[in-house]
Every structure is written in structure tokens, then in C-alpha cells.
């Protein structure tokens, strides 16, 4: 009776404990803890991390997540944290890529939110682990590679998968490389599809927003049917999924125009006071939709009807010229808050029993993805004849009459279209293979895959550069007003009123602006592999285990632009093809020896290693390992441990891309209002002094245009080179049925990491390092009175990440009945969460003093968690979710301060969710819910679809609902 009363009063300390949560981890996120803890699988009875008994009683061999070595009590050293079907359902989220990137482990770079920052890659939802990037983590399908769908790398866009035939998602840090090969050099996420699915399911799903768009409806249905005595399975998926587009002209704290001001008050560096102050209805007062013309008589616009007036300054401005109110440009128009995405998903998988020891297995699927999103405008400065036809009579005369022939207008060119990226990709992916026992004790599979991407990218309203010089050289010739260039004339040519706003005619729009140029994408894979695994002898503690294995696989990838894009004859950047192709032929083996079992304090401890040789065609000869302990105690506590060394080859992209052109938003480092905030004012001064500029240089680069240069690939990369510790504890307490307690620290270093740097980095790293002879400087053209020109930013073997934090996890399923012995249903806890202790980028990893701090600014919170609650009585389930981010800086902690603006942190910020669902019959289900029930906007002014502010929501409270019929 003791007993029974201990364990009930454990239990309900438990349930008390759930709801103080929230408000621990915020202590602990201001708290400095050491506290080893860490993540593992949790699993759903009767999957991989539990026994399966047969029909006979025996026990079947299962294989986990991180390993091929198949093994009755499926524990590895290798943390998996595991998503199941049923916490995708409960999400109530159509997308599987956005639910994924809410994981703690996951950043949001490049989700629903903010996949259109760059050319071409909107709609794609990729993963990154630990926020390392998303060409180091490696996506699998049932542990096999998956074709990408991000041109030049092996990324694999997420709506490729198909979520109806999902069991469960995997994903493990540390060790991945050895056992899977390249590009795991932060870990894998792995999708495991059901096996033996038989039957019918529908389910039609339909959601809407509180705030208006990314309206959303699905459509998808999954079939099985065993056939032959059971001795074969064919199942499938059909999936239609649409969701609508959102603007910032419908979220109100965008059509605020929040924006910084520098701040008059500001009385320098370390003066306690900030530098910059937000202010609503944020101008620019350099252009404008209506066009701003730089005359000797002063700064005038214009108004709709085309007449000119001065330019009218906002209540407040700096003096960077950027002001609250007035009638400079305003950025509300130019975000997307979400793109529209439609996705068509196909998806066939069989098995058949060739005898009992011998199975062929196959996969098919196809996939139709489109997504199509609008950003920034043309923009240009133009010079204009003070004679233009179009010009306002009167402005034209005091023009003519003060001698002025011509004038420069900056003007936003918002009224002939928002520019835009029309994505239409086509994914194929198939896969043959054969797998069986041998004498009972061994197993083995071989297999191929083939997969193929097509992207056709269209690039909406993007201007030609000949034809708008053409247009807005408007003259009136026989009473009529046409292009002053009598062969453009000839060939179409329309002129182009651009004085005020939504003037020009649509014949002169069409003249101007193209919809049909683009790019076109291809990427492949072919990828042969088998394996051999079984036990060799017997130890003292049990069987030694090991696998055999070799993998061939193939790549190509190339992109190539439509000539005028390549010749720079339009608006957009001028982009250069790309081609290329690599193949790597490897070999691998892994082992698993049980040391010790069944003594004082060693219930078991088991050694697992692993090594993998690879040889590629581009960089030659690489080697990944990995070694393991798994120390179970006692039936309720586990110890593990694994290092590992993990590799990564250069990718297409890297290696093969041409320089193309590119623009860069930088502040000139050496400009003397810079020279103070440097991390070491110093050798800033100095270095600037040796490239021949004053301490009072003033760059005409500050708060203005971006800088012309080029970006590239660059043949000369060797492979990064990452290695990774991982320790933790496992509780699973017999008192506590159901309970599950794991908690691991995971601790990556990445040497000869291969990067990119932007333009400002490049400029920074070239004079705050210890001279100017370094490889940033290099990159850099300056002019003879010192002006910057150009800068190239290639990819380099030159930086060191780090990244060290601790996983844990908490599961519990309890019947209430045990503790009130009363039918009163059941309770089902999760908590998943992520402390990011370390997160440095080394621009240079020969200097251990470098470090640019990341963990805690915008994108990487220091602590971030996911809490589910659902109780079930009868046929009724109720879930509550809460995705917890802490507080995140808005400025760079290692070379800024907090006064550089203001406010200067994100904020806590939580996201609550509710969903139910009700079973009518055994056949039909009801299910609706709200995601977002506070309607939560991002945070500190954001917009939410930067690469850091992405990891917020756009789209506000979601009201959803939907159907579920099994037959």
C-alpha cells in the first residue's frame, strides 16, 4: 500500500511540475547552468526503440535512426530525438517543413516566412540543424539519400516528402557522417515511412487567418493492401495542399512602417544612451514612388495628377536623411509576409515476399511544387530633359527659364509592378532494392536510387534596361508624345510617363517590363549502396555485431539563365550558369561489442564504432568515424556517450559557380564615424592608415547605394572537417510508467568551415584583423583617393564554427484511473527543448580571439522549448501546445553594445495552440482547432521574414478544420 501511495504522490509532484514549465525554463534562461543533460527517442509503443515481439513470442531485430546494426534492445549511444505522425497531426500545420523548423533544434532559414529572401529560392523549405546551415544537415527518406531541390547543393526541400505515409521523424546529432556519409556534419533528419499500410484514409483539411490570406485547403488520400496471404504490400499517398499568400499591407505591425532613426540625443560609443530610436511611418527621403528630382532650384515630387511641388520632410529626421513621416518611400508595400504555394504530392511504395528469407522492395514518387512570391520594386536614377513632354508645363518652364537642361530624378518604381519569382519544380525519386536474413543471424539490403529535380524559375517584372532608357526619352513630335529614338520607335518602342504615380500606360509597362525571363534548373542523383550486418561470435556479454557496407552515388547539378539575364541587360543582378557534376565511391563498417552485462551497477555496457572511407571525384581521399558508449545501470537510468569525426566535400555550388555580379548593402569600416566602433579602435585606424586613408576619411558608400561586386564558387575548396561530442542520461523510472526522461549535451566543432562572407564582413574581417594581408583585403577594390569599387565574396576554407547546447526531453503517458481510481481518461505530456550554450563563427580559425558570438541574437535564442499536453477521454481528445523562444538580442553581441538600438532585445515571446478532435464512428473523425491563439505578432518591430526574424509567425491567429474517414 506504500508502495502504491509513493508512486501515485511521484506522479501527481510530476503533474504539478508540468505546469511550472514555462516559468522554469525562463529562470533558467537568465541563470548560468552546467547542467549535463540531454535528447533521446521517445517512441509510441511497438515501434523502433521497443521490443517487437512476433506471433510466436520471439523477439524481432530492429534498426534505429544513427546505425544499420540491427539489435534486439535497439539502443544506441547516438541521441535521437523522434517526432511521431500524431505530433504532426496535432500540430494542426499542413506544411511538414514549417512544423519542423519550430523543432528547438531547427532554425528557421529557410521556412514558409522568409524562403524569398534570395533569387529563386522561394517555396523551399530547407532544414539546418543547430543553425550550422543547411548544406551540413543531412535529409534521408527510410535512411536512404534524397534527391535536393536547392540547385548546386544536396539540401532537400521538405514539401518533397509525403507527410500522409510518415511514421515518425528521426533526428540525431553526432556520429551521422560515419554511418551515412557526407553532408551529416551536424546530424540527419530522417524520414521513416509505414510499412504495411492496409487500408483506406481520407482526410480534407481547410484553414483561414484571423488578420486575412494564406487561406489554406488540402486534399489527401492514403490506400494499402496486403496482398498474396500477406506475403506483399503496396500502399500510397495522394496529396493536394494550396495556400494563399499574405502582404504587409494586412498585418498591422507592418503598416505601422516601424524603422530607426539615429537618435539626436546620442552623445557617442558608451554614453548609456541608444543610437538609434524606432519611429512609426519610416521615410526615406531619397526616393519615392512619385519620384524625387534633384534640381538647382531645390528637392521637388510630384503629386498623382503629375504636378510638381517641393518635397515635403517628415516631423522628424536625422541626419542620415531618414525621417518620420513626410514624402519619402515607404517599405510597407514590399513585404511578403508568405508566399503562394500550391503542392502536389504522389507517392507509392511495395514490398514482395520473394520467400522467407528474401524480400524486394520499391518506391516511387512524384512531386509538383509551386510557389510564387513579390518583393521590392525597380528602383533607378535617371537623368531627364527639362523639355520631357510628360513634365508639369509649369515646372518645365521654370526650368527652361533658369537655364537647366535636364535633371536627376531617384524614384521607386512601385506602379510598374512589384518584382517577383515565380518557382515551378517537378521532383522524382525511385527506388529498387532487395533485403533478407541469411542463416538467421545476418541481414543485408542493396538498393538503388535514382532522383531527379527540374525548376523552371520565372523572374516576374523584371525590367529591361534598354527598352526603359529608351521610354523615358520622351519627345512630342507631331502633336503626339512617343520615344525620341526613331529605330526604338520602329520597333515597339512606348514612352513612359513616370512623373507622380500610376501615370505610365499599360502599352508602356508591357514595353518595359518582362514576364518571361528566367532560369531553368536540373539536378540529379544515382546512388547504389548495400550492406551486410550479422553477428561474428559470441563475447562474454553477448554477441559481437557488425555491418559491411559500400555506397556509390553520382551528382549532377546545373542552372543556366536566359541571355539577357546572363548579359546583365536587365534590372536584376547579371547571374552566371552553372554546371557541374561530382562522384564518390565509398566503403564503411561499424561494430557493436557488449563489454559487460549483468553485474553490480553494468546491467550492460556496449562499445559501438564505426568508419567510413570515401573517395571523391573533386577533393579526393576523406575518412569520418565515429566511436560509442551505452551504459545501461539499472533498468531505469542509461548513460551515453559517443565522438565522432565527420566530413564534408565541397557541394556544386561551391565549387563550380562563376563569379556573377552582385550588390552589397555595407557601411565602409574606415569611414571615420565607423572608426569608433570598431572591436579594437586601434588596429582599425591602423589598418585603414595602411590602405592609404585619413582618420577623417567620409565614404560616399554610408547610408547610401550598395556596392557593385561578384559572388562565386571557388575551385580550390578542400573538404570542412567537423568533430562532435555527445553525452547523456536516459531515465525511464519503473515507478512512473510511461515516463521518459532524457537529456544530452552535443558539442560540434567545424575546422576549415566552407563559407561565403557578405560584402560588410568582408570589409570588417579585412581591417580588424592583425594587418591588411589577408585574404578579405584581397577581395577588396579601392580607387586612388580610396573609395571602395568592388568586392568579391568567393567561398573560402577560411572560418571555424562551434556549437555546443543541451537536448532534453520529457514523455508521459498516464491513465488517470491510477490516480483516482475513477474512469477519468487518460494524460499525455511532451516536452522537447533545446539550451544553446555556444555558438561562435571564427572568420578565422588560426585566431582563437576572433569569435563572432551568435547564440543568443536574433535566430539563435539560448533557450527555446516545445510543450504538448493532450487528455483523451472516450472518443474526445484535446491538445494544448505552447512553443516557448526567449529573449534575443537585436545587435551583434560580440561587436556592439546594447545601446545601438532601441529597443534592443526581442522579448520572450510564446505561442499558444489548441486543437480537438472527436471520433463519431470508427470511421470518421472530426478535428478543428487555433494555432496562435493570441494572435502573437513578431516581436521589436520585425517583419518576420528576415533570415533571424523568420523563426517568428507571420500569419497571427489560424483557424483550421478538417476531416478524417478510415475505411
Not at 564615424?673 to 582618420?695: F, H, I, K, T, V
Request: charged share 20%.
Amino acid at each position: 500500500m506504500k508502495g502504491n501511495l509513493l508512486s501515485i504522490a511521484i506522479r501527481g509532484a510530476i503533474l504539478t511540475a508540468v505546469g511550472a514549465v514555462p516559468a522554469f525554463a525562463q529562470e533558467q534562461s537568465q541563470a548560468d547552468s552546467a547542467t549535463t543533460v540531454a535528447t533521446e527517442t521517445v517512441k509510441k509503443k511497438d515501434d523502433a526503440t521497443k521490443l517487437k515481439p512476433n506471433d510466436d513470442g520471439s523477439i524481432e531485430q530492429v534498426t534505429v535512426t544513427g546505425s544499420r546494426i540491427s539489435r534486439p534492445n535497439a539502443v544506441s549511444p547516438t541521441p535521437v530525438t523522434t517526432v511521431t505522425a500524431e505530433d504532426i497531426s496535432l500540430s494542426g500545420e499542413t506544411n511538414l517543413g514549417d512544423f519542423l523548423n519550430d523543432m528547438p533544434q531547427l532554425r528557421s532559414t529557410y521556412s514558409g516566412n522568409n524562403s524569398g529572401r534570395f533569387i529563386g529560392t522561394v517555396g523551399l523549405n530547407l532544414l539546418d540543424l543547430r543553425g550550422l546551415g543547411t548544406s551540413r544537415t543531412l535529409v534521408l527518406q527510410d535512411g536512404r539519400r534524397h534527391i535536393g531541390s536547392s540547385v548546386g547543393t544536396s539540401s532537400v526541400d521538405i514539401n518533397t516528402i509525403p507527410e500522409d505515409l510518415i511514421e515518425r521523424v528521426d533526428v540525431i546529432t553526432g556520429g551521422a557522417s560515419a554511418v551515412y556519409g557526407a553532408d551529416a556534419v551536424t546530424g540527419v533528419v530522417n524520414f521513416i515511412m509505414k510499412d504495411d499500410f492496409e487500408g483506406l484514409k481520407v482526410n480534407a483539411y481547410g484553414s483561414d487567418t484571423d488578420n486575412g490570406g494564406a487561406a489554406t485547403t488540402e486534399l489527401s488520400i492514403t490506400f494499402g493492401q496486403n496482398l498474396f496471404d500477406g506475403r506483399a504490400n503496396i500502399a500510397g499517398s495522394i496529396d493536394h495542399s494550396s495556400r494563399g499568400d499574405v502582404y504587409g499591407t494586412d498585418r498591422e505591425w507592418i503598416t505601422k512602417g516601424w524603422g530607426t532613426l539615429l537618435n539626436p540625443d546620442d552623445t557617442g560609443p558608451d554614453d548609456g544612451i541608444p543610437d538609434r530610436i524606432v519611429v512609426p511611418n519610416y521615410t526615406l527621403p531619397v526616393l519615392s514612388d512619385a519620384g524625387f528630382a534633384y534640381t538647382d532650384l531645390g528637392l521637388y515630387t510630384f503629386n498623382e495628377d503629375g504636378t510638381a511641388r517641393t518635397v515635403q520632410y517628415g516631423d522628424m529626421c536625422d541626419a542620415s536623411g531618414r525621417c518620420s513621416g513626410g514624402d519619402g518611400y515607404r517599405w510597407i508595400g514590399q513585404y511578403q509576409m508568405y508566399p503562394r504555394m500550391t503542392t502536389d504530392n504522389l507517392f507509392v511504395k511495395g514490398h514482395f515476399d520473394l520467400s522467407d528469407s528474401m524480400q524486394v522492395f520499391g518506391e516511387a514518387k512524384y512531386v509538383n511544387h509551386e510557389a510564387e512570391s513579390f518583393g521590392q520594386a525597380s528602383f533607378s536614377y535617371d537623368v531627364y530633359s527639362s523639355t520631357n513632354p510628360y513634365l508639369d508645363k509649369n515646372f518645365s518652364d521654370e526650368l527652361v527659364a533658369a537655364g537647366i537642361p535636364a535633371f536627376g530624378m531617384y524614384r521607386m518604381h512601385s506602379d510598374l509592378g512589384y518584382r517577383g519569382d515565380l518557382a515551378k519544380r517537378e521532383t522524382q525519386r525511385y527506388v529498387l532494392g532487395l533485403k533478407g536474413d541469411i542463416a538467421g543471424n545476418w541481414n543485408y539490403e542493396t538498393s538503388l536510387v535514382y532522383g531527379e529535380y527540374n525548376g523552371d524559375i520565372t523572374y516576374l517584372n523584371n525590367r529591361n534596361n534598354e527598352h526603359f532608357a529608351q521610354a523615358i526619352d520622351a519627345v512630342e513630335l507631331n502633336g503626339e508624345i512617343v520615344c525620341a529614338d526613331a529605330e526604338a520607335r520602329a520597333n515597339g518602342c512606348q514612352p513612359l510617363d513616370l512623373f507622380g504615380y500610376g501615370r505610365a500606360s499599360k502599352e508602356a509597362i508591357d514595353y518595359v517590363m518582362l514576364q518571361n525571363t528566367g532560369s531553368q534548373e536540373k539536378m540529379t542523383q544515382a546512388v547504389a549502396s548495400g550492406y551486410i550486418g550479422g553477428d561474428i561470435f559470441n563475447l562474454p556479454a553477448g554477441p559481437l555485431s557488425v555491418v559491411g557496407g559500400f555506397e556509390y552515388r553520382k551528382e549532377t547539378s546545373a542552372v543556366d539563365f536566359d541571355d539577357i539575364i546572363k548579359n546583365g541587360e536587365t534590372f536584376m543582378n547579371a547571374l552566371a550558369s552553372t554546371d557541374g557534376d561530382y562522384d564518390v565511391s565509398e566503403a564503411y563498417m561499424e561494430a557493436s561489442a557488449p563489454l559487460l552485462s549483468d553485474l553490480p551497477g553494468v546491467q550492460s555496457l556496449v562499445l559501438e564504432t564505426a568508419y567510413r572511407a570515401s573517395d571523391y571525384s573533386t577533393i579526393g581521399s576523406t575518412d569520418a568515424w565515429k566511436a560509442g558508449l551505452d551504459w545501461t545501470i539499472t533498468e531505469d537510468v542509461r548513460v551515453r556517450a559517443t565522438v565522432s569525426q565527420a566530413v564534408r566535400a565541397p557541394n556544386i555550388d561551391e565549387l563550380y559557380a562563376p563569379l556573377g555580379q552582385n550588390f552589397f548593402n555595407i557601411n565602409d569600416p574606415c569611414d571615420a564615424d565607423e572608426l569608433p566602433y570598431a572591436p579594437d579602435p586601434a588596429q582599425r585606424s591602423a589598418n585603414c592608415a595602411a590602405l592609404g586613408l585619413s582618420p577623417d576619411y567620409q565614404s560616399p558608400w554610408n547610408e547610401g547605394p550598395t556596392l557593385p561586386g561578384y559572388s562565386g564558387g571557388n575551385v580550390n575548396l578542400m573538404e570542412e572537417t567537423a568533430k562532435t561530442l555527445t553525452y547523456g542520461v536516459v531515465i525511464t523510472p519503473r515507478f512512473a510508467e510511461g515516463l521518459t526522461i532524457t537529456a544530452d549535451l552535443w558539442d560540434i566543432e567545424i575546422d576549415d568551415a566552407i563559407s561565403s562572407y557578405s560584402g560588410q564582413t568582408i570589409l570588417d574581417k579585412c581591417v580588424d584583423a592583425s594587418s591588411i594581408n589577408n585574404q578579405f583585403c584581397g577581395n577588396i577594390e579601392r580607387g586612388a583617393n580610396g573609395d571602395l569599387v568592388s568586392l568579391t565574396s568567393s567561398a573560402l576554407n577560411a572560418s571555424k564554427l562551434t556549437a555546443r547546447g543541451i537536448d532534453y526531453e520529457v514523455r508521459y503517458q498516464l491513465s488517470l484511473a491510477d490516480l483516482f481510481r475513477s474512469e477519468l481518461g487518460s494524460l499525455s505530456f511532451g516536452l522537447q527543448g533545446t539550451r544553446l550554450l555556444e555558438r561562435d563563427d571564427y572568420s578565422f580559425q588560426s585566431e582563437p580571439d576572433s569569435a563572432d558570438r551568435v547564440d543568443g541574437e536574433l535566430g539563435d535564442p539560448t533557450d527555446s522549448f516545445n510543450l504538448s499536453v493532450t487528455y483523451r477521454i472516450g472518443d474526445l481528445a484535446v491538445n494544448w501546445r505552447q512553443r516557448y523562444l526567449d529573449d534575443m538580442a537585436l545587435y551583434e553581441l560580440e561587436k556592439e553594445r546594447p545601446e545601438s538600438a532601441a529597443p534592443s532585445h526581442t522579448g520572450v515571446v510564446r505561442y499558444n495552440s489548441m486543437r480537438a478532435s472527436y471520433l463519431f464512428t470508427d470511421s470518421f473523425e472530426l478535428y478543428s482547432g487555433v494555432n496562435n491563439i493570441g494572435d502573437t505578432e513578431p516581436p521589436a518591430y520585425l517583419s518576420g521574414t528576415g533570415g533571424g526574424s523568420g523563426i517568428y509567425d507571420t500569419l497571427g491567429r489560424t483557424y483550421y478544420m478538417g476531416i478524417n474517414y478510415t475505411y
